[in-house]
């Protein structure tokens, strides 16, 4: 069974640094691995998805990054803003026949300090 | 550009009450999902729906059923709430491949509160 683990689950970070969240993944047999974003409350919006295929992918300051033989992936960003505060969370799906769903980590709370 | 609507947004039910929560797919994704989000836990997935029929199960109680209707729209039915049923509820849809290649795209949710 796919498990996802998220860390650090907490950051609390001074506006203006760059930082990377970690995401790490059971099994490598997966299509593709995306990042979401996640306000208090509110719903799931997609930042970055990665094939199986890919390294990485950008957009605009954020940048992810997948190494699916060793199960893990990355999400950097660039000179972090108070509006960058959210909960992020990393989902794979899986390649095993039959899997529809996507296996969440428990996400990295992430607070940037004005 | 259009996104996965859901509604209601919010939703208040007695224990042991229906429910029933809709999501309206984007336009021309051929799959949907359901998922449960708890207070402080990460999104479970319930169920899917591609083309109408019935994909795959995950965590999905005996008391909740779902359906997808001609238009691609779906519908969570829930029954015989319970406290622990209190959760958001998201809605995903896809398009084509199940999500293997263009991955997904969530709705808004509806966070349903039963007291």
């Known amino acids: 069974k796919q498990e996802v683990t998220q860390i650090p689950a907490a950051l609390s970070v001074p506006e203006g640094e760059n930082l990377v969240l970690n995401c790490s993944f059971t099994?490598?047999?997966?299509?593709?691995l995306q990042w979401f974003r996640q306000d208090p409350g509110k719903g799931l919006t997609s930042l970055l998805l990665?094939?199986?295929?890919?390294r990485e992918q950008t957009s605009g300051r954020l940048n992810a990054s997948l190494d699916k033989s060793s199960g893990r992936s990355t999400l950097y960003i660039a000179a972090s803003q108070p509006g960058d505060s959210a909960t992020y969370l990393c989902?794979?799906?899986?390649?095993?026949?039959?899997?529809?769903?996507?296996?969440f980590g428990k996400g990295t709370h992430l607070i940037i300090q004005p | 550009a259009a996104g996965v609507i859901q509604s209601p947004r919010h939703l208040i039910k007695e224990k042991r009450e229906t429910a029933t929560l809709k999501c309206y797919p984007i336009?021309?994704?051929?799959?949907v999902y359901w998922y449960q989000q708890g207070p402080g836990q990460d999104p479970q997935f319930l169920i899917s729906?591609?083309?109408?029929?019935?994909?795959d199960k995950g965590s999905i109680p005996d008391r909740f059923s779902a359906q997808q209707f001609s238009d691609y729209h779906s519908e969570l039915n829930m029954s015989s709430l319970e406290l622990g049923d209190s959760a958001l509820y998201f809605c995903?849809?896809?398009?084509?491949?199940?999500?293997?290649?263009?991955?997904?795209?969530f709705g808004s949710g509806t966070r349903l509160t039963v007291v």
């Open positions: 989902a794979v799906r899986s390649a095993r026949g039959g899997a529809d769903g996507l296996t």
């Open positions: 995903a849809s896809s398009l084509g491949g199940g999500g293997t290649i263009y991955g997904y795209t």
């Open positions: 099994d490598s047999a997966i299509y593709n």
């Open positions: 729906f591609y083309e109408k029929m019935q994909s």
């Open positions: 336009p021309r994704h051929d799959t």
């Open positions: 990665i094939q199986s295929s890919q």
